[in-house]
């Protein structure tokens, strides 16, 4: 048997977060875990789980156990502009895997999804498990390219099944879709009958105001539109808790039907769904958006004392991350080379793009390191930016 390693093999993937390989590690796009997670509540839900049995049997159905959908879909409800019940839920390992799953579910070999050109690189690979072909169409500051999107509809037709956007503090480059960008988008998969997939990994990590609507806003229920969420960013990525929010219980079932993991773990969605359910959910988002706008002024402190003029960037309203654009005569690995025998790490840009050609972009994550290191970091990087410049 020949097992296809190559897939999986990302060399800019952080390998080992515990110790990470640069002191001043702005590349990796992790929670800091020791100051998120509410460690003694989620230790004492977990053993109220267990000692009273709640939490030990396998989960019954494929979409999930029943009380964290319900909760799950409660708070979705309160957090949205729609209606969410537990029968459109399906709970599943992180956002990743709901990816995954609605991919395989809409696809077929030879099928073509269109994804932002950047993007999460990691979903790239994801996206190929399902043997189909991932194209990029550009990002611009108002969200997905349209113009480009809709030249790819008519390149591709009927192959074109899926539509994979992070609408919301994109990663990587920081993007709130507007409005008008949700609702073409969302026109376009109607008429074009194509799915949009929208990740709202960063949905509710805004700093001031909140982004606007999901996608699914603009849907009314057509089905054209799935949603994947995670508890990853918020509150415990170990948990690898996420859902798909369907248009209704038969097209969430539909998306059950390639889970290999069966049913959900009962401790990890239950923890989750007594943690939403004792009202714990909304002060602990509250603490993370606070605590990410903080790490993010420290950082944007930095750049704009250190970063020469030259360097393209705004300043993030949510979400993880600083998306630079150098000119063109600047290589990021150059910087990133000079940065490193110093101890800092970022993410060379070109990994989040289909084709990974272009070598002008870093990507700046701000939520793992304190004071000290981000502005260590930042004045690294600057430095090594203007020392490839002068290449
Ligand atoms: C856009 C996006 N989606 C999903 C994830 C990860 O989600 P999960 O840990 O729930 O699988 C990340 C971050 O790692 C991300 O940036």
């Given at each position: 048997m020949v097992v296809c390693l190559g897939l999986f093999y990302t060399p800019y993937h952080p390998e080992n977060i515990m110790?990470?390989?640069?002191?001043?590690?702005?590349?990796?796009?992790?929670?800091?875990?020791?100051?998120?997670?509410?460690?003694?509540?989620?230790?004492?839900?977990?053993?109220?789980?267990?000692?009273?049995?709640?939490?030990?049997?396998?989960?019954?159905?494929?979409?999930?156990?029943?009380?964290?959908?319900?909760?799950?879909?409660?708070?979705?409800?309160?957090?949205?502009?729609?209606?969410?019940?537990?029968?459109?839920?399906?709970?599943?390992?992180?956002?990743?895997?709901?990816?995954?799953?609605?991919?395989?579910?809409?696809?077929?070999?030879?099928?073509?999804?269109?994804?932002?050109?950047?993007?999460?690189?990691?979903?790239?690979?994801?996206?190929?498990?399902?043997?189909?072909?991932?194209?990029?169409?550009?990002?611009?500051?108002?969200?997905i390219d349209l113009d480009a999107l809709a030249g790819l509809v008519e390149k591709y037709g009927d192959r074109l099944k899926l539509v994979y956007t992070i609408p919301s503090f994109h990663n990587p480059t920081g993007v709130n879709a507007s409005p008008e960008n949700r609702k073409k988008l969302v026109e376009m998969a109607q008429q074009h009958n194509f799915t949009v997939l929208e990740d709202t990994t960063y949905q509710w990590l805004y700093f001031d105001s909140p982004p606007p609507p999901l996608c699914r806003h603009y849907d009314e229920g057509s089905g054209h539109v799935v949603s994947v969420g995670s508890f990853s960013k918020t509150l415990m990525p170990s948990l690898r808790l996420g859902w798909i929010w369907a248009a209704n219980e038969a097209h969430a079932q539909s998306f059950t039907k390639f889970k290999g993991d069966a049913v959900a773990s009962t401790l990890n969605s239950g923890m989750v769904g007594e943690f939403i359910g004792r009202g714990l959910y909304e002060s602990q988002l509250e603490y993370a958006r606070n605590h990410y706008s903080e790490r993010c002024g420290v950082l944007v402190e930095a750049l704009q004392k250190e970063i020469p003029d030259y360097v393209e960037w705004d300043v993030p309203q949510g979400g993880y991350f600083v998306w630079m654009t150098l000119p063109e005569h600047i290589k990021a690995q150059d910087v990133l080379e000079l940065s490193q025998v110093r101890g800092a790490d970022f993410m060379p840009g070109r990994h989040a793009f289909v084709d990974g050609a272009d070598d002008r972009y870093m990507r700046l994550c701000f939520t793992m390191m304190d004071d000290e290191k981000l502005q260590t970091g930042a004045k690294i990087i600057a430095e090594s930016i203007e020392a490839a410049a002068a290449r």
């Open positions: 110790t990470p390989k640069y002191p001043y590690d702005l590349r990796t796009g992790y929670p800091n875990t020791e100051i998120l997670v509410p460690h003694e509540k989620l230790a004492s839900i977990a053993q109220d789980l267990l000692l009273t049995d709640r939490a030990t049997q396998y989960g019954g159905v494929l979409q999930g156990p029943l009380m964290p959908r319900e909760r799950i879909a409660e708070w979705l409800t309160d957090h949205s502009t729609q209606t969410a019940t537990p029968e459109q839920l399906v709970i599943t390992a992180g956002a990743i895997a709901a990816t995954d799953l609605v991919c395989r579910t809409v696809t077929e070999p030879g099928s073509i999804v269109v994804v932002e050109d950047p993007t999460f690189y990691y979903m790239i690979n994801i996206l190929k498990m399902s043997h189909i072909d991932v194209v990029g169409a550009p990002m611009t500051r108002e969200g």
